[in-house]
């Protein structure tokens, strides 16, 4: 399925024909573009990217509430030391892959 990009605010849309309009920004549907299939391979790349990192992120909130409720349980240092670090790595690693669909979000150059 042919893929078209709003010259004016980016958004690719999927379809056999480009939209009346632009549903973000309005433009008329001459402001959509046909994407190659180079570019509309990147979109695709990309989405599937960022699918992934949304996926990561959901097991990583489910390990930050393992990793809470072990240091909750308070069984030992050693156990406390593993769900501590646990926790500061679903921590850590959320806040890059949040910062690093931000920066997706921003080039918004493969839609
Ligand atoms: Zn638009």
């Known amino acids: 399925m042919p893929l078209w990009k709003c010259q004016v605010c980016g958004l690719v849309l999927e379809g056999p024909e480009p939209p009346d309009k632009c549903p973000r920004c309005g433009a008329p549907k001459e402001q959509f573009k046909l994407l190659s299939d180079q570019e509309a391979q990147l979109v695709t790349r990309s989405r599937k990217s960022n699918y992934l990192h949304m996926k ?56």
């Open 56 to 111: 990561a992120v959901t097991l990583l909130q489910e390990l930050l509430k393992i990793a809470e409720e072990g240091i909750q349980d308070n069984l030992d240092p050693p156990c406390v030391k593993i769900f501590t670090e646990e926790k500061e790595f679903a921590l850590l690693t959320i806040q890059k892959i949040m910062a690093e669909l931000e920066v997706h979000m921003k080039k918004g150059k493969w839609g």
